[in-house]
């Protein structure tokens, strides 16, 4: 089996009126994610990086914001036909790692249901979530912005690499 990496970044402006999800959970918040989805750009980053791991494109391609069965789609939906993607594909999901850029709320205490939420709809991979601020720098440390990253493992039928 080949083992593949791949990365994801995603970036949320933040407004008032909307609910804030991150991994899959709704995080209590003055303001919430702007987006064609449910704006979760924590979910969004790991999806990025799976599909990239499977050399499958990446979320534009699948979930574009010009579809409107994509409206207000939950980020644990788009995992979960991320991964049914990979496995169509003969692959497996095997780790992720991700970071979140919030400056407030603070998510420690959050961290672990979100990565149990996205291993959840990724079929049971490994997944680990970590939190960072921004230190009041840039649209993520001024409160106007929430960004993510991550990588993932995805094991595909083929030679080893």
């Known amino acids: 089996m080949a083992v593949r990496i791949g990365m994801g970044f995603d970036l949320h402006e933040l407004v008032s009126g909307r609910a804030l999800w ?5 995080v209590p918040s003055e303001k919430g994610s ?5 704006g979760d750009a924590l979910a969004h980053a790991v999806a990025d990086a799976i599909l ?16 409107p069965r ?11 036909r991320t991964a ?6 003969g692959g497996r999901i095997l780790s992720v790692d991700s970071t979140v850029f919030l ?16 291993a959840e709809a990724l079929g049971g991979a490994a997944v680990n979530v970590k939190a960072k601020t921004a230190e009041g720098l840039g649209p993520v440390g001024e409160g106007r912005a929430v960004a993510a990253q991550a990588v993932a493992m ?3 039928p083929g030679e080893e690499v």
């Open 52 to 67: 990239g791991a499977a050399s499958a494109g990446d979320i534009g391609d699948h979930f574009p914001d010009t579809d």
């Open 103 to 118: 400056e407030r709320p603070r998510l420690g205490d959050r961290k672990r249901e979100m990565a149990e939420r996205m």
């Open 84 to 89: 049914e993607i990979v496995r169509a594909r």
């Open 70 to 80: 994509w409206k207000d789609v939950s980020g644990a939906e788009i995992l979960r």
């Open 34 to 38: 702007l987006g064609h989805s449910d």
């Open 154 to 156: 995805v094991g595909e």
């Open 22 to 26: 991150l991994g899959c959970v709704e």
